[in-house]
């Protein structure tokens, strides 16, 4: 089958990708407005604006969070296709589109901004891992990544997604205790990296000894 719109590289997706991320991550700070009140009345002006900052902060780690991810999947994405081009741009859309939820959220502080906000980055994760799982079954990855380290690295990719999946039905029962949940992405990727690890030691035993 021929692939149209093809290449041996990913180099443009690349620069466009940090260039919306760049953007996205300058956004996210241009929601907050400095308070126009007296000086008496500026403390609590902006501690009314709290569950803004605290939004603003989960937004930045996640959309940095993603960022690296990217990066790093694209070190072993070395060519593609048309519609590897529309899946990234699928998932920058959904990037793109998060400091709108984000500044939802800091405003009403409500379940039903928690569940638009979460439900953004449920889309973020589930595109940056359609990106990844598409490429390493087209054959667009580097060698060195077998089936089993694909798969792998498709299911660390859903661990965010079924986290924030997760918080809205916690903040169904308590808003303020969804608001923590997200905190579960790190511990729950430490576990992965760690099962990875130890597959990746037992797959280079197992050569080795095929080698004796």
């Known amino acids: 089958m021929v692939r149209t719109l093809g290449g041996d590289d990913t180099d443009r997706m690349e620069?466009?990708?940090?260039?919306?991320?760049?953007?996205?991550?300058?956004?996210?700070?241009?929601?907050f407005?400095?308070?126009?009140?007296?000086?008496s009345e500026l403390p609590a002006a902006v501690a009314d604006q709290e569950?803004?900052?605290?939004?603003?902060l989960l937004s930045?780690?996640?959309?940095?969070?993603?960022?690296?991810?990217?990066?790093?999947?694209?070190?072993?994405?070395?060519?593609?296709?048309?519609?590897?081009?529309?899946?990234?741009?699928?998932?920058?859309?959904?990037?793109?589109?998060?400091?709108y939820p984000t500044e939802l959220m800091g405003v009403y502080g409500t379940r039903f901004t928690w569940s638009l906000y979460a439900i953004n980055f449920v889309l973020v994760g589930v595109l940056m891992t359609a990106v990844w799982d598409y490429a390493a079954r087209a054959g667009f990855t580097d060698d060195e990544i077998d089936d089993r380290a694909a798969?792998?690295?498709?299911?660390?990719?859903l661990i965010s997604p079924a986290i924030f999946v997760l918080s809205i039905a916690v903040a169904a029962v308590n808003l303020t205790v969804a608001y923590f949940v997200p905190i579960l992405i790190g511990p729950a990727q430490m576990v992965w990296v760690r099962y990875y690890q130890r597959l990746?030691?037992?797959?280079?035993?197992?050569?080795?000894?095929?080698?004796?």
Do not use: C, K, M
Not at 21 to 26: E, G, K, M, S
Not at 51 to 56: A, E, G, H, P, R
Not at 68 to 74: R, S
């Open 15 to 31: 620069a466009l990708s940090d260039g919306v991320f760049a953007i996205v991550l300058t956004l996210l700070v241009l929601q």
């Open 200 to 212: 990746a030691d037992d797959a280079s035993g197992e050569r080795r000894d095929e080698d004796q």
């Open 33 to 39: 407005e400095v308070p126009n009140v007296s000086t």
């Open 151 to 157: 798969r792998l690295i498709t299911i660390r990719g």
């Open 60 to 99: 930045f780690v996640v959309v940095g969070l993603y960022w690296i991810i990217h990066h790093n999947l694209f070190r072993y994405i070395v060519a593609h296709d048309r519609l590897l081009l529309w899946l990234n741009l699928l998932f920058l859309l959904s990037i793109s589109f998060l400091p």
């Open 51 to 56: 569950t803004l900052l605290v939004s603003y």
